[in-house]
T-cell receptor, first 112, second 113 residues
Framework: DQQVKQNSPSLSVQEGRISILNCDYT??????FLWYKKYPAEGPTFLIS?????DKNEDGRFTVFLNKSAKHLSLHIVPSQPGDSAVYFC???????????FGGGTRLMVKP | EAGVAQSPRYKIIEKRQSVAFWCNPI?????LYWYQQILGQGPKLLIQ????????DSQLPKDRFSAERLKGVDSTLKIQPAKLEDSAVYLC???????????FGPGTRLTVL
């Protein structure tokens, strides 16, 4: 039972354009959501997070949107850069602990 | 600040052999996690330690996997005996007490032949 799903395994975007990565979840107990970025042969690195009391959080070129009624969140990268090419994982947590449930990842390729 | 250290980076073994992975978390981080990431999937939590105590090991296959964090700092994860389906990257992460940001090490890629 996949509680966190990233339905697009890959995404290709032109440099300078917007990248939109999507994530859906099923567990209504999740109240904190994170995005991690992973380069080959490295561990995931934290990118941005959002609490369920918010619907938007912004950090530079990265914005995460949360739609609780739809159990959907998205990561927007504007403008996309070739260095953003990586695998992006969505993760969710509930207030009961610090155990993250990850989605399967989306490979983003930003073309120069 | 030094990150999470893991060794070895790569390991190839034959099925039914045993293997051990080591992790040293970020200094001062009380919480340590071990994840298994199978190719094409997201990381799956195996076990979570708070200092030297186990918080959650519900997804750890205890018939073959074991983990310890005896002094509340570094940790080892062992597989004995290994199966083909254990081929994966094993990631260690740490976090300060009761925060949600986990910091990951580079992982150990295990191949079981």
């Amino acid at each position: 039972d996949q509680q966190v799903k990233q339905n697009s395994p890959s995404l290709s975007v032109q440099e300078g354009r917007i990248s939109i990565l999507n994530c859906d979840y099923t567990n209504s107990m999740f109240d904190y959501f994170l995005w991690y970025k992973k380069y080959p042969a490295e561990g995931p690195t934290f990118l941005i997070s959002i609490s369920s009391i918010k619907d938007k959080n912004e950090d530079g070129r990265f914005t995460v949107f949360l739609n609780k009624s739809a159990k959907h969140l998205s990561l927007h990268i504007v403008p996309s850069q070739p260095g953003d090419s990586a695998v992006y994982f969505c993760a969710a947590n509930n207030n009961a602990g610090n155990m993250l449930t990850f989605g399967g990842g989306t490979r983003l390729m930003v073309k120069p | 600040e030094a990150g999470v250290a893991q060794s070895p980076r790569y390991k190839i073994i034959e099925k039914r052999q045993s293997v051990a992975f080591w992790c040293n978390p970020i200094s001062g981080h009380a919480t340590l996690y071990w994840y298994q990431q199978i190719l094409g999937q997201g990381p799956k939590l195996l076990i979570q330690f708070q200092n030297n105590g186990v918080v959650d090991d519900s997804q750890l296959p205890k018939d073959r996997f074991s983990a310890e964090r005896l002094k509340g700092v570094d940790s080892t994860l062992k597989i004995q005996p290994a199966k083909l389906e254990d081929s994966a990257v094993y990631l260690c992460a740490s976090s300060p007490v009761w925060t949600d940001t986990q910091y990951f090490g580079p992982g150990t890629r295990l191949t079981v032949l």
